[in-house]
Structures are given as C-alpha cells and as structure tokens.
C-alpha cells in the first residue's frame, strides 16, 4: 500500500464527551472541607445494596480515605499503587461481588476495568485532565442504567473550569455560578495528527497542492 493513500476516518469527535445518562453535579469547595462533605454524601446516597466509587488523585490521599471511612464506621476497600497486585485484585473483587459496596481508587479504576452496576461516582479530588474527569464518571449509567456523579472542585483546579464547564453543557447539566466565576477559557489542545501548528479549524485532510515552475518562467 503507498503511503500518501492512507487515510484517517475519526467517526464522531476527537473529543471526549459525557454520556447523557449521568446526571452529573459539581461543588465548588474549600478543600479543607471535604472530608466533611463527603460523609454527608454517603449518608445522602450511599445504601447498603448499591455500590459507590469514590475517585482520589493520589495513593497516599485514597489510603487515608479509606482508614478515615473505616473509622466512621464504613465497610469499604481501596486500589491504588501502594497495595499490591493480589491486594487489589482482592479489592476489585469483593467490590465487584457486593462483598463490599464502597470502593476508594486512583485513576487506575477510571480506565479499562469493567465495573458493573456502579450507582454514584464520587470525585473527591478532580483529576489531573479533563479526559480522566469523563472516564472517571463514566464508570457508573453504563450498559443503558442511570447513573450520578458528584464532584469537589476547589480553586486549585481552576485551569480546568472552562473545559468542566463545556463537558457539563454539552450533556445539558447544570453549571454552579461559583464555577463560571473561574472563567470559562479553554486551552486550545494540539490536534492529534497536526499538532500545535494546524490545520486550521475546517481545512483537516486537505491535501497541498505541488506546484512546479519551468525554468523559463518568471
């Protein structure tokens, strides 16, 4: 096959959208207050039969996590780089079972592991990209079920706000005025085949045009 025939079809967009069948709510939050807040979501959703993913950025945050629920007198388990690979086997296990139905994970439980009937996912720390965000709540409303995705966002997760906002507009969310007040500028990402220098919007998959002189021409 020559080269210059390859062809790149993209079906649908390049980005990342929410499904439509996750009601999904943000807070705008002191961090220092989350701990607070999280325990009034447990008591608000989470039910004995019904599972909850709660979402930390780092090993050491979901470690803490789960000793702080335990002492609160919650059954739960956690995966994350610290535990061992049969530890978190366990883990997904007795979470994916029922055995336990409150599970603390790092963005390694976002992608590539099949989680059913997941009812809440709980962001406790927004993760490092939008593209997490997405896959981190779409772990719950999956295979045709209604699923809720409830997050913190502090003023330290700020340079994610415009892009949080146009992922909640796009599913027809609500968007808190505490978060418009962070603006809603997004960064122009660099396409994945043009990179940072184009195409420009509208012109993608055009083909330049070789033009050649005569030696005799002007």
Same mark, same amino acid.
């Given at each position: 096959m020559r080269m210059d025939s390859l062809v790149k079809v993209t079906i649908g967009s390049d980005d990342l959208a929410a499904s *439509?069948? /996750?009601? $999904?709510?943000? %807070?705008?939050?002191?961090?220092?207050?989350? %701990? $607070?807040? =999280?325990?009034? =979501? =447990?008591?608000?959703? !989470?039910? *004995? %039969?019904?599972?909850?993913?709660?979402?930390?950025?780092?090993?050491?945050?979901?470690?803490?996590?789960?000793?702080?629920? $335990? $002492?609160?007198?919650?059954?739960?388990?956690?995966i994350h780089g610290d535990k061992t690979q049969d530890a978190r086997q366990d883990a997904l296990a007795a979470?994916?079972?029922?055995?336990?139905?409150?599970m603390i994970a790092t963005d390694? &439980? &976002?992608?590539?592991? %099949? /989680?059913?009937?997941?009812?809440?996912?709980l962001n406790y720390s927004f993760p490092l990209t939008i593209e997490d965000y997405v896959h981190r709540i779409g772990r719950t409303g999956r295979a045709g079920r209604k699923g809720i995705s409830h997050t913190f966002f502090s003023v330290g997760d700020k340079a994610h706000a415009g892009e949080l906002v146009v992922v909640l507009r796009d599913a027809n969310m609500p968007v808190p005025e505490e978060l418009l007040k962070f603006g809603t500028h997004v960064k122009v990402k660099? !396409?994945?085949?043009?990179? &940072?220098?184009?195409?420009?919007?509208?012109?993608?998959?055009?083909? &330049?045009? *070789?033009?050649?002189? #005569?030696? #005799?021409? #002007?």
């Open positions: *439509k069948s /996750i009601t $999904q709510y943000v %807070d705008v939050v002191d961090e220092n207050n989350r %701990d $607070q807040l =999280l325990l009034g =979501l =447990l008591k608000k959703y !989470h039910a *004995k %039969d019904e599972k909850m993913l709660v979402f930390g950025l780092y090993k050491k945050e979901c470690a803490r996590l789960e000793k702080f629920l $335990q $002492q609160k007198g919650y059954s739960c388990c956690s979470f994916k079972t029922g055995k336990v139905n409150l390694v &439980a &976002a992608r590539g592991l %099949d /989680i059913p009937k997941v009812e809440y996912v660099e !396409h994945k085949l043009y990179g &940072a220098f184009g195409p420009k919007k509208g012109m993608e998959g055009m083909k &330049a045009t *070789k033009i050649t002189f #005569d030696n #005799d021409s #002007d």
